[in-house]
C-alpha cells in the first residue's frame, strides 16, 4: 500500500512540474524528443543482431516491424492532416495526434511483442522511453495531454495491427517430425 502512495504522489508531482513548465516556456527547439522516438525501433534491431532471444525469426521480424510502422505512420500523418489543432506553442496546426509519442509507443509495442518473454525489463525499458518522449513534448509546449495520449493509443494499435496482418498474410512454417520404431514421418504446416 506504501509503494502504491509513494507512486501516485511521484506521479502527481511530475504531471504538477511538467504542467508548470509547459504554461512557462514558450520555445520548442531540438530536444532529446527527437533522438528518443526512435529508441525502442533501434532497440528492436539491435538487441537482435546481439542475439538476443525474440518472438519471430528475422523475415518475420522485418515484415511485422516494416507494417507496424507503416500502419502508425499512415494513421498519425493521416489523422493529423484531418484535424487542424494548434499546438500550445502557437507555432502550426499540426498537433493532434502527437508524432512523436505515437511513433516511440508503437516502437516499444513491437519491443512488448518481440522480447516479453525473453524479459519483462525490455518492454519496460521500451515503454519507459515512450513516456519519457511523451512528457517531454509536454514540457516542451509541443503538445497537451490528449495529443501525446492519443498519439500513444495510435502507435500500439498500429502495432497490434502490424502484428496481426503479417501473421495472417506470412504465417510460420512449422514442421514435426514423428519417429516410430518402422518409420519416420514428416508434417510441415502452413
Same mark, same amino acid.
Given at each position: 500500500?506504501?509503494?502504491? +502512495? +509513494? ?20 520555445? %520548442? ?64 496546426? %499540426?498537433?493532434?495526434?502527437?508524432? %512523436? ?6 516502437g516499444a509495442h513491437v519491443l512488448y511483442k518481440e522480447y516479453a518473454k525473453t524479459s519483462p525489463w525490455i518492454p519496460i525499458a521500451g ?15 509541443? %503538445? ?47
Amino acid at each position: 500500500m506504501k509503494t502504491k +502512495r +509513494r507512486l501516485s504522489t511521484i506521479l502527481c508531482a511530475l504531471l504538477c512540474f511538467c504542467h508548470s513548465v509547459q504554461a512557462q516556456k514558450t520555445f %520548442h527547439g531540438d530536444g532529446p524528443d527527437d533522438v528518443l522516438r526512435l529508441t525502442p525501433w533501434v532497440a528492436v534491431f539491435g538487441l537482435k543482431l546481439c542475439g538476443v532471444e525474440s518472438r519471430n525469426d528475422w523475415p518475420h521480424l522485418a515484415a511485422a516491424t516494416a507494417a507496424s510502422g507503416l500502419f502508425c505512420v499512415a494513421s498519425t500523418y493521416g489523422v493529423k492532416s484531418l484535424v487542424d489543432k494548434e499546438r500550445p506553442d502557437g507555432t502550426d496546426n %499540426h498537433s493532434f495526434p502527437s508524432g %512523436h509519442a505515437s511513433i516511440c509507443f508503437a516502437g516499444a509495442h513491437v519491443l512488448y511483442k518481440e522480447y516479453a518473454k525473453t524479459s519483462p525489463w525490455i518492454p519496460i525499458a521500451g515503454y519507459a522511453v515512450a513516456v519519457a518522449t511523451s512528457v517531454d513534448r509536454v514540457c516542451r509546449n509541443r %503538445h497537451d495531454w490528449v495529443d501525446v495520449a492519443t498519439g500513444a493509443a495510435l502507435g500500439v494499435a498500429s502495432a497490434e495491427l502490424g502484428y496481426w496482418l503479417t501473421g495472417r498474410i506470412f504465417p510460420k512454417s512449422e514442421a514435426l517430425v514423428a519417429f516410430s520404431p518402422n518409420a519416420v514421418s514428416l508434417s510441415v504446416c502452413f
